[in-house]
């Protein structure tokens, strides 16, 4: 049998309690169990207790207010979501929740048991993903102080040794800009991975939450332009978590390069038609190949990788009704693959730093990325022993070049 969800209500009125009771024996299959209290400070030593799932806070609260309690109970390590009841609606409201800590509010009067049971639902996931992110904030924690150490031994060593003092001083340097690296990385990474994921979950909580509003037949495009938003959604997440989870492969050393034959026009073909689907409303990709057919060994898995982020990025940052260039060619020296956009372009100032992970031009601030797409094809290309080159000029587009040595006969 599984568990119930348990639930603290903080609200001082006692109608509110009874209201909110007799919604939750609505929902379907009644998985939940509701507790009350209507004391500021019985409801901060609960919340201490951490025996419940999640937590209703009215905004009103006496002498206090809910948006004072979920900041306080956030700040003394609260990890289970909170969701703010309010009698009004609005984007004030909106962000004052989001700012303290709360991960959802509602408006009184108008609350449906669907309405209900979805916000608990999405908010125990969301806090769910926000501990998975906790949690790997503090493995990059771990690995400073493993640094740290490091940099410690390397100066005892140095101590019981005979080396000379610029040895032993480019040493120290070197170990501290490591830790230093490390540091950046862990503040970039926390920042960005918190970001990234709240956009999408916002949006999954909005679309399901309005699905239930659609009801007739008639209103079946509404329900799908929300079913839609979800899905694409969730294929963001998966792309934030896939990019994250293949730079934790690079750095630990997994990632193997492993050369099979197969022949390089019909695989682009394949790759250029996947694409096609995720492309801009009016873009097209347009693949051209020397031969009818040109047999090659590398690998393959990595080789796709590699072309599904350049051509997405040169999706991403071009207009709609844009045309994107893929081109292939083969001789008896090596393998060259081009893909070139009619984008934004890279400003010159930044192009120094463009493979550097978490790195974003300053001209894409507004268009959602994790800044590791480029890093991750930079390193691929390494491990397959190729070489990546780039054009860019800014307004006018970008064009990457890779070139493989060549390995079988065509």
Do not use: C
Not at 135 to 146: A, G, H, I, S, W
């Amino acid at each position: 049998m599984q568990d119930k969800i348990r639930i603290l209500l903080v609200d001082d009125d006692e109608d509110d309690y009874i209201i909110t009771r007799d919604i939750i024996d609505d929902i379907p299959g009644r998985n939940y169990l509701l507790e009350w209290t209507g004391s500021f400070t019985e409801a901060f030593q609960l919340i201490g207790e951490r025996r419940h799932d999640v937590y209703l806070v009215d905004y009103r609260l006496g002498a206090h207010d809910g948006l004072e309690l979920i900041r306080e109970a956030v700040r003394n390590g609260s990890m289970a979501p909170f969701i703010l009841l309010t009698g009004q609606s609005d984007r004030e409201t909106d962000e004052k929740a989001m700012r303290v800590g709360a991960l959802d509010y509602i408006v009184k009067g108008t609350i449906s048991p669907n309405e209900l049971e979805r916000s608990i639902r999405y908010s125990i996931e969301h806090a769910k993903s926000l501990a998975v992110i906790q949690r790997l904030n503090t493995e990059l924690e771990q690995r400073v102080k493993e640094r740290t150490q490091e940099l410690g031994a390397a100066i005892r060593k140095l101590e019981q040794t005979n080396k000379s003092l610029y040895e032993a001083e480019q040493e120290v340097r070197k170990a501290l800009q490591k830790e230093k690296e490390l540091h950046e990385l862990k503040s970039r990474f926390v920042t960005i991975a918190s970001h990234e994921f709240r956009t999408p979950l916002s949006t999954i909580l909005s679309s399901a939450s309005l699905i239930s509003k659609y009801k007739t037949a008639e209103e079946h495009d509404k329900r799908q332009k929300h079913v839609d938003r979800i899905k694409s959604a969730v294929s963001n997440l998966t792309s934030i978590l896939n990019d994250f989870l293949s730079i934790s492969r690079i750095e630990e050393g997994k990632i193997y390069n492993v050369p099979t034959a197969f022949d390089l026009v019909a695989f682009s073909a394949e790759v250029t038609d996947e694409m096609q689907g995720f492309l801009k409303i009016g873009q097209r990709i347009h693949y051209k190949n020397h031969r009818d057919k040109a047999i090659i060994a590398l690998d393959r898995q990595l080789l796709k990788n590699i072309l599904f982020n350049l051509l997405s990025n040169a999706s991403k940052y071009s207009a709609e009704g844009n045309n994107i260039y893929f081109t292939t060619k083969t001789t008896e020296e090596s393998i060259t693959i081009t893909v070139q956009d009619e984008g934004i372009g890279i400003p010159e100032a930044d192009k120094t730093h463009l493979f550097t992970p978490f790195f974003r031009a300053q001209n894409v601030t507004n268009i959602q990325g994790t800044g590791l797409g480029l890093n991750i094809v930079k390193k691929y290309v390494d491990i397959m022993g190729g070489s990546l080159q780039y054009l860019s000029e800014l307004g006018r587009g970008t064009t990457f070049t890779i070139i493989f040595p060549k390995t079988t006969e065509v």
